[in-house]
């Protein structure tokens, strides 16, 4: 059944972009740029660390497929908290989610900007500027159009990878033509397979689950497709194998070829370490162009899904109207332009202001991804308990409900107390919790105001 905002929105994306993003949408720039701090923490035994992180995110996507096949909706997570919650749950996670995107543009544009300068030359600022311009326009003229970019980013990233593993197999079983590295040098690497302790792999643990960051965007895109549905249960049904092969698939193939300690890790970074280690020519510039991408890839990600909880929460009252306007095409153009315009302005404060204010602004998302997690938790238990009481079944369910359920959120709450325990996590933590304070508090207000008691959900609510 679909919602009254769901139709203006129109359903521009295609089954194979739905099946592109649910794909491809796990492995984002964190993978590529971001793995090599794992791999320095906690050695080898980061492959846990993976695992740990991946189970965590396909509980939380089959918890959220669940909801999505019941109630396909843009609003997502944000409009199922709104449910099962009340509204002001609805409205913390919704501003959150949307917070945590915008603060990714100006991240990604700068990424990108620093490889294309390195390429062509021309200031930072310039191609910060452009990219975020170009990928601005493309949205604005059709969803149909992020879904068209989107799925040749997916596909760049998705041959990418695959060739990294089948390349790096080739190697380990010696049989690669013109590369001396063959076996497991790096899992022969001082300290063995695991040279920090079980903490580091836990601290690890914080540095690889913000890489699967952006996986539930298969659950806000499907609402704008013909069926949504079977793009959420395809997605949903797919998350362990795509977790399985692209992640820990890739990272086996780093540790067991590279050693965790190789200064080439911290300097070229871990797939291109790889890549020069067993003589793949080059390889900087193979990953520059694979970087580019994913960085585009989040950038547009960033900007679609900041826009449609801007548009979702509008919707329900809890934004400026005019962010619930849709042109004749349906994309919510005011929606879009204000959450670019709040991106660009920081994309201008990275330049402008002083590294350490910029870096504030960015450590208070460091825990909104947990954040999000514990709310699609705990609303897919109201939301559970109110599909059973209808005596509907949706096509996807949560496994052991509700023990899972409840064991996510202790795993949840166990990498809170870990980001207490780890000095270099308490700031982003501290940030992120004062953050959350804030909108939460403004959110019970706003509900108060409304004349309905905390805690009580809204049946129907659109997002």
Not at 13 to 35: D, E, N
Not at 151 to 169: T, Y
Not at 285 to 298: F, K, N, P, Q
Not at 367 to 389: E, K, N
């Amino acid at each position: 059944m679909r919602t009254e905002q769901q139709t203006d929105l129109g359903t521009g994306l295609k089954p194979r972009h739905i099946t592109m993003i649910s794909i491809a949408g796990v492995i984002g720039a964190g993978l590529f740029v971001g793995s090599k701090s794992a791999i320095a923490e906690a050695g080898p035994a980061v492959l846990l660390s993976y695992v740990l992180a991946g189970t965590l995110v396909v509980l939380v996507m089959r918890m959220l497929g669940e909801m999505a096949t019941a109630h396909p909706d843009t609003g997502s997570f944000s409009t199922y908290a709104d449910r099962a919650l009340g509204r002001w749950a609805g409205f913390s996670v919704g501003w959150l989610y949307w917070w945590f995107w915008v603060l990714v543009i100006p991240v990604e544009a700068t990424a990108a900007a620093e490889i294309l300068t390195g390429w062509i030359g021309a200031p930072q600022w310039v191609w910060a500027l452009l990219v975020t311009v170009l990928l601005t326009a493309s949205n604005l003229a059709s969803v149909g159009n992020f879904g068209e970019f989107e799925f040749w980013f997916a596909m760049v990233k998705v041959v990418a990878i695959l060739a990294f593993i089948a390349v790096g197999v080739l190697a380990v079983l010696g049989v690669l033509p013109g590369s001396d590295v063959s076996g497991t040098p790096g899992l022969s690497a001082a300290g063995g397979l695991l040279p920090n302790g079980f903490g580091a792999v836990l601290a690890a643990v914080l540095l690889t689950m913000f890489s699967f960051m952006g996986t539930e965007i298969v659950t806000i895109a499907a609402a704008e497709s013909p069926d949504p549905e079977r793009g959420v249960r395809r997605a949903v049904n797919s998350v362990i194998g795509r977790i399985g092969l692209f992640y820990i698939g890739s990272i086996a193939v780093i540790v067991a070829l590279v050693p965790w300690d190789s200064p080439a890790l911290e300097r070229d970074g871990s797939y291109q370490s790889v890549l020069d280690a067993i003589g793949i020519p080059g390889a900087s510039t193979i990953m520059d162009l694979v970087i580019l991408t994913a960085v585009a890839s989040c950038l547009n990600s960033a900007l679609y899904t900041a826009s449609r909880m801007a548009f979702s929460l509008s919707r329900r009252g809890d934004a400026p109207a005019w962010f619930g306007r849709v042109s004749p095409g349906g994309v919510p153009r005011g929606a879009i332009l204000a959450s670019t315009a709040v991106g660009f302005l920081a994309v201008v404060g990275n330049y402008a202001l002083p590294d350490r204010i910029f870096e504030l602004l960015l450590a208070t998302s460091g825990a909104l991804a947990l954040v999000v997690y514990a709310f699609i938790a705990l609303s897919q238990i109201g939301v559970r308990r109110q599909l059973d009481a209808e005596g509907r079944r949706p096509a996807v369910r949560m496994w052991l409900f509700p023990w899972l359920t409840y064991a996510t959120l202790a795993f949840i709450a166990a990498v809170l107390v870990l980001m207490v325990v780890l000095p270099g996590q308490r700031v982003e933590l501290g940030l992120s919790a004062v953050l959350t304070a804030a909108v939460v508090t403004v959110g019970v207000l706003r509900q108060r105001r409304a004349g309905r008691p905390v805690g009580a959900g809204t049946p129907g609510a659109r997002g």
